[in-house]
């Protein structure tokens, strides 16, 4: 009969609840393993944020290391190919900081020199447009504007010379400020990543071999993404700094290629790393050319870049594997900057294509389940 059908063990065994329960008991482990990981990040991230970096940076390095390895003919040792690797990206990155401190002292000269004209010319120019149009009558007194806004830039210039500094202390929570996180993340990098292969056995022998069987495809998957992302990015990252350098150079404006390499370093922030990189094109702009035409310029190469970038560069050396929308990426921003603070905005794309690739996997193993099945014979 139809309700001995139902109340059959054959019936029983394709519950959810059943199966939710069987999953618990094999995985239970498992499970409360990572929540606890989850919640020890979140609540002492301020302390655990230097080695979670040093950890990141191992991995990344990790594969370039052993291209070296292989260049050199294995003839060097793997560990001492990863301090190579690690040398040379803090080559890098302090060659670009030293470019960058001359730039922001030009910038604040312009600041003092050129704002108060700008301002004064934005009078001159727009405010009688804007009295015809709303049929108001402004006035503004040109000469002591331009005196008042000079006085206060040059009373002011420390506390503009020492903005990024304390928005990078404020931004960090680290109580071990910039340079303890810079530090601490160096040196715990450079006792992780020679030992990274055997960190990896390590991980590896923690799983029982019934787990592991099921972990391994995801955390391949989760690899091979990881790595196309990074290339990816490195490639989207390369393209917009020289498109960005030239095509500012071109328009007219000084220290064009800072800003340009500047915004190809901070695309690795969607959204939020091209609006901060534009508002510092058009600022620069403005205070150097003292023109609408060239804001103008600047605008259309930001638009060019970015048309180029979203429409060839990615889906070709990044594809749809990692594609995450609009909607996901402002939600992972936000998310994952609020659980992390600002570390957590350079975190949130990376993590974000992680939990797709999990979440991928794991429905598929859903959709293929019995449970999912059940009625497709019938």
């Known amino acids: 009969m139809p309700s001995d059908n139902l109340n059959s063990p054959a019936r029983d065994e394709l519950r959810l609840s059943t199966l939710a329960k ?27 944020a230097p080695f979670v970096a040093a950890f990141a940076i191992a991995y990344v390095l990790s594969k370039p290391s052993l291209w070296l390895y292989g260049k050199l003919r294995q003839k060097v040792p793997l560990p001492v190919c990863a301090l190579l690797a690690f040398g040379i990206l803090l080559l890098l990155l302090s060659s670009l900081a030293m470019l960058f401190i001359p730039v922001v002292g030009t910038q604040l000269e312009l600041i003092q020199s050129n704002l108060p004209q700008l301002l004064v010319n934005f009078k001159a120019n727009l405010l009688p447009r804007i009295n015809s149009l709303f049929g108001v009558s402004l006035s503004v007194d040109s000469n002591a504007l331009r005196d008042t806004v000079a ?165 070709m050396v990044v594809g749809d594997k990692i594609g995450l929308s609009a909607l996901a990426v402002v939600f992972a921003l936000a998310f994952f900057g609020a659980v992390f603070g600002f570390a957590g905005v350079f975190l949130a794309l990376p993590l974000a294509a992680i939990f797709k690739v999990a979440y991928v996997y794991l429905f598929n193993r859903f959709q293929n389940s019995a449970y ?3 009625g497709e014979s019938s």
Do not use: C
């Not at 190469?301 to 180029?308: D, E, K, W």
């Open 151 to 315: 006085h206060y830039i040059s009373d002011n210039r420390g506390v503009l010379a020492s903005l990024s500094s304390r928005l990078l202390r404020s931004g960090s929570q680290s109580v071990l400020g910039v340079t303890g996180f810079v530090s601490l993340m160096t040196v715990a990098t450079l006792f992780i990543l020679p030992g990274w292969q055997q960190i990896n056995r390590q991980v590896r022998q923690v799983f029982p071999p019934h787990v592991w069987k099921r972990v391994h495809p995801l955390a391949l998957e989760i690899d091979t993404v990881m790595s196309q992302y990074m290339k990816g990015v490195l490639t989207v990252m390369l393209f917009l700094g020289t498109f960005y350098a030239v095509g500012l150079s071109l328009v007219g404006v000084q220290s064009g290629w800072a800003i340009g390499v500047l915004a190809g370093l901070l695309s690795i922030v969607p959204y939020l790393g091209f609006a901060t990189a534009l508002l510092i094109a058009l600022l620069t702009a403005s205070l150097e050319l003292q023109g609408f035409l060239p804001v103008l310029l600047v605008l259309l190469v930001f638009v060019l870049g970015q048309i180029i970038e979203g429409f060839v560069l990615t889906p």
């Open 372 to 374: 999912y099945r059940q």
């Open 22 to 48: 069987r999953f618990y008991l094999d995985h239970w482990g498992l499970l409360l393993s990572v929540f606890l990981i989850f919640a020890l990040l979140v609540s002492l991230w301020s302390v655990l």
